[in-house]
C-alpha cells in the first residue's frame, strides 16, 4: 500500500508538472522585445476539474441566440396575419426611409416586428440596443470600406443580439451566426482551442465578404439577406420555382421556411427603430463604449488569467475581448498570438508577464455513481485514465457500485505576480533550448523506446507525463504528451520504407539542431578547447563510453551535468581530447545579471559567451547555466 501511494504521488506530480506557466512572452508591435517563458501555463479557475492538459480548459461560455429565444411565438403570429405582401414606406415614416441606406418597406409583417420589439420583446431590443454601441461602429466601418449598406449593421442584431457568445440550435455561432463550413469558407479558423466565429472583427469581415457575394449573385437585398439565412442554393431554388426574382412574391409561396420570410421584415424593423429610438419609447438608452483594444504577440499556451493578472485588467473584460480562445489560452500550433488587450495595457503587459508566477493545487472532489456508470464512463467525464482513479481511492477492482463514493482529483492554478525586478521561479528553466508541450499520435509499430530515440527524451519520463503503468503496451491511436526540449522539431508521415502495405506509416522527427538535455550546448566553436561530441548508440552504456575514450565515469557525469549513469539512444555527450578541460567552469544567473555584468566579471568579452553558449541574443533568466571559459591572469 505504501509503494502505491508513492507512485501515485509521483504520477501527479509528473502531471502538474505540465501545468506550469510557460511559453514565451509578448513581442511589442513597434519595437522587437521578446521574453522567453519556459513551459505552457494552463489558466484553470478554482473549481475546473482534472483533464488532459491539452483539452482540459473549458470551452468558452455558450449562450442560446435571444432572437432564437422567441422563435415559436413568432412563427404562431406570423401566420394569423395571412397572405405576404410587398407593401410601401408610408409618409408618417419618411424620415426614417431616407435615413437608412437598407431598402425600406412596410407591410404587415413589419408592423407586427415593430410592434412585437416595443411590447412584448421591449426589454430585449433595448439590451440589444445598449450592445450595438459596442460593435456597430467597427461593422459599419467595415461595410463602408466594402461599399455595402451601413445598416447591414443590424443584421448582427437580429442574429445574435450583438452577442459573441451566441450558439444556436443549428450549432452557428458568434455574432454573425456562421456555421462551421460555411465560417470555414470565409477564412475563420474553426478547431479545439481557436473559433474566429466568436472574434467580432474577424467574424465580421467573413461577414461582409458572404453579403457581398450574395448582393452579386442576387441583386436584391431583400434576397440577399434572405440567402444569409436560408443559404444561397434555397434561394436560387425558389427564384427557379417561382420565375420571379421579387422577395415578396416568393414569401407568397410555401418553398421558403417562415423562418427565411420572417428575416427581411424583422431586420427593416430593426433599422427603423434602432435609427429612431426615442419615436419608438426606447428611451434613456446606456450605449455600451465602442470595441477599443490594442494587439500584443504573446507566446503559445499564454494563459488568459495570467494576462488578466499581468495588466491589472478584469478577467472578463480580457476574456470578452479575447472570446475566440475558447480554451482561456493561446492556441500551441503558433509560436505567437495576436492577443487583445485594453488600449493602454501593452507595455504593461511586456513588463509584467514575467513576474507571474502559477502555483497548482491539487485537490479532490466527490462523485457518487450512479446505476448503470461504469469507471470508464467516469473517466471519460472527468478527463482522467482508470490509474488516477484507483489509485485515487485505493481500489484493487475496476468494478463500481451505485452509490459508491469516488475521490476525483481536480486542480486550481492561482496566479501571482512577483516584486518588480523578480523574475518567476517558471522561468529558472528558460534558456536558449528550451522545449515545447507537443502531441504525439501513436502509429502502428510504434514504441516507447522508439519514440524516446526519436524525440531524444528519456523512456521513463514519457511514461511519467503520460500515466503509462506499462512502457511496453501503448496502442495505435493513443495521443501522448511529450516535452522535449527543442521548438524546431517538427513531425511529418512517411510510408514506411520495405512495407508491403502504403497504408503503414511512421513518424519522423525533424531538427535543426536537436540537443540533448544532458549535453553541453555551444563549446564545438569555441577556440582552444579540444571537445568533441559522442552520439550514444543503442547497447552503450556510460563505463563502455568512458574505458573506450580514457576517461572516468565521474568525468563523464560532470561534464554533461548527469545526475547519474543512465543515458539513452540518441543522447549527445560532450567529451575531452586533452588531458584537462581548460579553465572550463559554469556560471548560474541570478536575478538582475547582465550578460554585459556576467563578462565584465570574468574578465571575457560579451561575443566570447554568446559563441561558447550558441545564445542569439543578449536575453538571461536567472537560472540558467552559462558555460565560461576563464582566462588566467598574466
Keep these: 500500500m505504501f509503494g502505491d501511494r508513492i507512485f501515485f504521488r509521483v504520477v501527479i506530480s509528473s502531471i502538474i508538472l505540465l501545468m506550469v506557466l510557460g511559453g514565451c512572452a509578448p513581442q511589442g508591435k513597434s519595437a522587437k522585445r521578446h521574453l522567453t517563458l519556459p513551459k505552457p501555463q494552463f489558466g484553470r479557475s478554482s473549481d475546473a476539474e482534472w483533464r488532459d492538459p ?5 470551452p468558452a461560455a455558450a449562450e442560446i441566440p435571444e432572437p432564437e429565444l422567441t422563435f415559436d411565438q413568432e412563427l404562431k403570429d406570423l401566420k394569423q396575419l395571412g397572405q405576404w405582401e410587398e407593401g410601401a414606406p408610408p409618409q408618417d415614416i419618411a424620415e426614417d426611409v431616407a435615413a437608412s441606406d437598407f431598402p425600406i418597406t412596410i407591410n404587415r409583417q413589419v408592423e407586427y416586428y415593430l ?19 459596442r460593435y456597430r461602429p467597427m461593422i459599419e466601418k467595415q461595410l463602408r470600406e466594402a461599399g455595402l449598406p451601413r445598416d447591414l449593421a443590424y443584421l448582427a442584431m437580429i442574429e445574435s443580439g450583438y452577442n459573441t457568445r451566441a450558439y444556436s440550435k443549428a450549432k452557428a455561432v458568434g455574432l454573425w451566426q456562421f456555421i462551421k463550413p460555411t465560417g470555414r469558407n470565409y477564412d475563420l479558423a474553426i478547431n479545439s482551442y481557436v473559433d474566429e466565429r466568436r472574434d467580432a472583427e474577424k467574424s465580421t469581415r467573413a461577414a461582409v465578404a458572404y453579403l457581398s457575394g450574395l448582393y452579386q449573385e442576387f441583386g436584391s437585398w431583400y434576397l440577399a439577406v434572405a440567402a444569409y439565412n436560408a443559404g444561397e442554393g434555397k434561394i436560387r431554388r425558389a427564384i427557379s420555382k417561382y420565375n420571379t426574382t421579387n422577395f415578396w412574391e416568393l414569401a407568397q409561396g410555401s418553398y421558403l421556411r417562415l423562418e427565411t420570410k420572417k428575416y ?31 494587439t500584443v504577440e504573446v507566446p503559445r499556451w499564454t494563459a ?32 505567437v498570438y495576436p492577443l487583445k488587450v485594453p488600449a493602454g495595457k501593452g507595455d504593461l503587459l511586456l513588463a509584467n508577464l514575467p513576474r507571474v508566477h502559477a502555483t497548482v493545487n491539487t485537490s479532490f472532489k466527490t462523485h457518487i455513481v450512479r446505476a448503470g456508470e461504469s469507471i470508464d464512463s467516469v473517466c471519460r467525464r472527468y478527463g482522467l485514465t482508470r490509474t488516477i482513479i484507483l489509485k485515487s481511492n485505493n481500489l484493487r477492482s475496476a468494478r463500481l457500485q451505485p452509490g459508491q463514493r469516488l475521490r476525483i482529483p481536480f486542480h486550481a492554478t492561482n496566479y501571482e505576480l512577483l516584486p518588480e525586478g523578480v523574475v518567476a521561479p517558471s522561468f529558472a528553466m528558460a534558456d536558449g533550448n528550451s522545449g515545447d508541450f507537443i502531441l504525439h499520435k501513436v502509429h502502428p ?5 522508439g519514440l524516446a530515440t526519436l524525440y531524444n527524451v528519456p523512456s521513463h519520463m514519457i511514461a511519467g507525463w503520460n500515466n503509462i503503468k506499462n512502457i511496453s503496451r501503448i496502442r495505435a491511436g493513443q ?28 513518424i519522423v522527427a525533424t531538427a535543426a539542431k536537436i540537443q540533448s538535455s544532458r549535453a553541453v550546448a555551444g563549446v564545438l566553436e569555441n577556440p582552444g578547447m579540444e571537445v568533441s561530441y559522442y552520439q550514444v548508440r543503442n547497447g552503450d552504456s556510460l563505463w563502455d563510453i568512458a574505458r573506450r575514450f580514457g576517461h572516468s565515469t565521474e568525468d563523464i557525469r560532470r561534464w554533461n551535468n548527469l545526475d547519474n ?12 581530447e586533452s588531458a584537462v578541460l581548460p579553465n572550463v567552469t559554469y556560471y548560474k544567473v541570478r536575478g538582475g545579471d547582465t550578460l554585459w555584468t556576467i563578462a565584465r566579471k570574468h574578465n571575457i568579452s560579451m561575443e566570447s559567451i554568446r ?17 565560461i571559459k576563464l582566462v588566467k591572469d598574466a
Design 54 to 58: 491539452v483539452m482540459a480548459a473549458a
Design 115 to 133: 410592434d412585437f420589439f416595443q411590447n412584448k420583446h421591449r426589454r430585449p431590443f433595448a439590451k440589444w440596443l445598449a450592445r450595438s454601441g
Design 264 to 294: 427581411v421584415p424583422k431586420l427593416i424593423a430593426a433599422i427603423l427603430i434602432a435609427k429612431a429610438p426615442e419615436k419608438y419609447g426606447f428611451h434613456d438608452i446606456s450605449y455600451a463604449e465602442p470595441l477599443a483594444y490594442e
Design 304 to 335: 488568459l488569467k495570467a494576462v488578466a493578472l499581468a495588466t491589472d485588467v478584469d478577467f472578463d473584460e480580457l476574456r470578452e475581448l479575447n472570446r475566440e480562445l475558447t480554451m482561456q489560452f493561446t492556441p500551441p500550433h503558433k509560436t
Design 445 to 449: 509499430g510504434e514504441t516507447i523506446s
Design 479 to 506: 495521443q501522448l504528451a511529450l516535452y522535449v526540449r527543442s521548438p524546431e522539431i517538427q513531425v511529418e508521415e512517411k510510408k514506411a520504407a520495405g512495407r508491403k502495405t502504403a497504408a503503414v506509416k511512421q
Design 565 to 576: 549513469d543512465q543515458i539513452h539512444p540518441g543522447d549527445r555527450l560532450l567529451l575531452k
Design 611 to 627: 559563441k561558447w553558449n550558441n545564445l542569439k541574443n543578449d536575453v538571461l533568466h536567472p537560472g540558467s547555466r552559462l558555460l
